[in-house]
């Protein structure tokens, strides 16, 4: 047996208790194999659903601890790592509790894991300087329309069907007299990096195209026309809340 095939017959039986042990692995006289190589089976598990209990806190305490624990364990076993770095293990977990039938009543379950992976995306995202407030004043009518924005890295835009920045806030408030009221819509939500805080801020649908369109490369003018179609759009309310959030990095001049 090669290496590499020991190595994956290896693997497969950490995460798959059906699998046998790869006869191959040599062992010194009086030591228990099986009893070992379950200790460190369990070890592997229990690390990986402790890693995924740190990056889905909310749904964790959505769904308790026992629970999350035998649903994480499905997981664990399904995707297992790709990488030896954990700290963005679980990409697939939102994708995996839309389709566990479990936690089916549950609707908006796989967008508050969503939005939990958004906010590591964002906080492990590359660091930027943003641009001053003055940079925007000095900006002329003349040349708005040309300009092309560069929008920080530490950000990310969702639109979601259902409350999940307002539940996510219910859940994390840390008084019953902070909890939120929990709208019956759904929420459009920029997730950014304010030094390292990860923040959050509801915006219009309008909005979110507008800055979509900006991190397309696309200039202020033809991010602010596209976005225009769509009902509601404000281009005042869309250049504030580039401003107050910091998410502008360079203001670039053709």
């Known amino acids: 047996?090669?290496?590499?095939?020991?190595?994956?017959?290896?693997s497969?039986?950490?995460?798959?208790?059906?699998?046998?042990?790869?006869?191959e692995i040599m062992v010194r006289d009086g030591i228990d194999i099986a009893k070992r190589f379950s200790v460190y089976q369990n070890n592997v598990v229990?690390?990986?659903?402790?890693?995924?209990?740190t990056a889905f806190p909310t749904v964790l305490k959505i769904v308790g601890d026992e629970?999350?624990?035998?649903?994480?364990?499905v997981f664990v076993r399904k995707y297992p790592p790709k990488s030896p770095v954990l700290m963005l293990y679980g990409d697939m977990f939102p994708d995996f509790l839309s389709k566990f039938e479990p936690v089916a009543d549950l609707h908006y379950l796989p967008e508050v894991a969503y939005l939990?992976?958004?906010?590591?995306?964002?906080?492990?995202?590359?660091?930027?300087?943003?641009v001053s407030q003055l940079a925007f004043a000095e900006i002329s009518e003349a040349e708005f329309q040309s300009?092309?924005?560069?929008?920080?890295?530490?950000?990310a835009f969702?639109?979601?069907?259902?409350?999940?920045?307002?539940?996510?806030?219910?859940?994390?408030a840390e008084t019953a007299a902070v909890k939120p009221e929990i709208p019956s819509n759904g929420e459009e939500v920029l997730v950014w990096r304010l030094e390292n805080d990860v923040r959050m801020r509801l915006l219009s649908v309008g909005t979110v195209s507008f800055i979509r369109n900006l991190q397309c490369k696309l200039?202020?003018?033809?991010?602010?026309?596209?976005?225009?179609e769509i009902e509601g759009f404000d281009l005042t309310s869309a250049i504030a809340a580039l401003i107050e959030t910091g998410l502008v990095t360079a203001i670039n001049r053709g």
Do not use: C
Not at 2 to 10: E, T
Not at 12 to 23: I, V
């Open 1 to 10: 047996m090669s290496i590499n095939h020991l190595q994956k017959s290896f």
């Open 12 to 23: 497969g039986a950490l995460l798959n208790p059906e699998n046998l042990l790869p006869t």
């Open 46 to 53: 229990s690390s990986l659903i402790t890693a995924l209990k």
């Open 67 to 73: 629970f999350f624990s035998a649903m994480a364990a």
């Open 116 to 130: 939990e992976q958004l906010r590591r995306q964002v906080y492990h995202a590359a660091d930027k300087d943003s």
């Open 147 to 155: 300009l092309v924005l560069s929008i920080h890295p530490a950000s």
């Open 158 to 172: 969702a639109v979601f069907k259902y409350p999940v920045a307002s539940i996510w806030h219910w859940n994390n």
């Open 219 to 228: 200039s202020l003018g033809e991010s602010a026309e596209r976005a225009s």
